[in-house]
């Protein structure tokens, strides 16, 4: 059997919540080729080949970062959105709730780390100023160091995270959340931009270095029609604390939300509906 090399960038089962069934089609924005488009499979949308293969031990490994995706941040994806869903709908609160969207803040933790961007920025800090210096090293370490990068004769980025280990420590620093679900009305439609999730960061502990600042806000659309946010209790230190809340947005909420996501999408966001994003393109010229 052969092992998929095309890895998406944001999840398939994810990017299905924006696709129109009815027209078997996707609508994209380009901001940068300022046109729409649309896909009529989402097998090349939000996708690179060999984004998440690694090279260990003298060989290409295609699978355990997808491997890992799908089974803690995949696999349920569908199943925790018919929970929030169905939660919207009776307004019970219960675990099931809760475990779902514990589910989504951790999914919305390492989306932006997917992202091509992120992988360059990340694999240029690690080892673009050692390589730098390498010449100056003894022999022995520069050998270990270039043992180091021999991923770069291979494959696309160093990959050397475990998203799971991430997402778990981020939500622990994180400390208690309050969730806010935006609940669309059937006249207007969330957008799924293309690096998969905001977060914002923010000095919600205390460290020698007062400098540090942590993921503190996750956001992100999960369907066409409901975005969540959840936000650090620890933001809160001189107010007080809100409580989680359902919200039903009109069209100003849903705009604020969409104008968002394209201003800090890399280049592309996708809509279920045509004639909603040509209209949202055409209203916002200034930074579509």
Do not use: W
Not at 225 to 240: A, G, H, P
């Amino acid at each position: 059997m052969s092992v998929p090399k095309n890895h998406h960038i944001i999840s398939k089962v994810h990017i299905k919540n924006f696709f129109n069934n009815r027209e078997g089609k996707i609508y994209v924005y380009d901001k940068f080729q300022k046109n729409i488009f649309f896909k009529s499979t989402l097998k090349s949308l939000f996708s690179e080949e060999y984004s998440n293969s690694r090279f260990s031990d003298g060989t290409i490994d295609h699978e355990t970062l997808e491997r890992e995706l799908n089974d803690f941040f995949e696999k349920d994806f569908a199943k925790n959105v018919s929970i929030v869903q169905h939660f919207i709908s009776n307004k019970k609160q219960n675990e099931e709730i809760i475990n779902a969207l514990l589910y989504f803040v951790k999914y919305g933790i390492i989306a932006e780390m997917r992202t091509p961007k992120h992988k360059k920025e990340v694999d240029e800090a690690v080892f673009g100023t050692l390589k730098g210096l390498s010449e100056m090293f003894a022999p022995e370490l520069k050998a270990d160091f270039e043992k180091s990068i021999e991923f770069q004769n291979h494959v696309k980025y160093s990959n050397l995270t475990s998203y799971l280990e991430i997402a778990a420590g981020v939500l622990e620093k994180m400390g208690d959340l309050r969730y806010e679900i935006l609940v669309a009305d059937q006249f207007n439609y969330f957008f799924i931009p293309d690096f998969g999730a905001a977060t914002q960061r923010d000095k919600i502990n205390e460290y020698f270095n007062p400098d540090i600042k942590e993921i503190a806000y996750v956001g992100l659309a999960l369907t066409i029609k409901i975005y969540v946010n959840f936000y650090s209790t620890k933001l809160y230190k001189k107010r007080s604390i809100p409580s989680s809340s359902i919200t039903y947005c009109d069209f100003n909420a849903v705009e604020y939300y969409n104008r968002l996501n394209l201003r800090y999408s890399q280049s592309k966001v996708a809509s279920e509906n045509e004639e909603y994003l040509k209209d949202f393109v055409e209203r916002n010229s200034a930074i579509a």
